[in-house]
């Protein structure tokens, strides 16, 4: 399983800009998907987490201003960050729980980030 992130980049505080992490490989289901992030010398922090029923939750930090969202049938999960700061500075992760196969157990997955830097 392979999770491939798109869309970081450099954007002025108050921007926006809208992450992209497509999961794919033998994938039966996926449960929970999530965006993390670490920016430098911090650990790494849960941004938004979105299960496959749809239920989400934030970071206090970024509540009202990020949207996760995603697609089941492309498994692939988003995040729309909107009115972005100076301290969302980081590299951004997505996390998936993956089901291989039927009647297996799930594992985690980690994509291999997207660096997202907000400076005027």
């Known amino acids: 399983v392979q999770l491939v992130e798109s869309g970081g980049g450099l954007v002025q505080p108050g921007g926006s800009l809208r992450l992209s992490c497509a999961a794919s490989?033998?994938?039966?289901?996926?449960?929970?998907m999530g965006w993390y992030r670490q920016a430098p010398g911090k650990q790494r922090e849960l941004v938004a987490r979105?299960?496959?029923?749809?239920?989400?939750n934030y970071a206090d930090s970024v509540k009202g201003r990020f949207t996760i969202s995603r697609d089941n049938a492309k498994n692939t999960v988003y995040l729309q960050m909107n009115s972005l700061k100076p301290e969302d500075t980081a590299v951004y992760y997505c996390?998936?729980?993956?089901?291989?196969?039927?009647?297996?157990?799930?594992?985690?997955?980690w994509g291999q980030g997207t660096q997202v830097t907000v400076s005027s």
């Open positions: 490989g033998s994938i039966f289901s996926i449960n929970d």
């Open positions: 979105i299960v496959s029923g749809g239920s989400t």
């Open positions: 996390k998936a729980n993956v089901q291989r196969y039927r009647g297996t157990p799930q594992y985690q997955y």
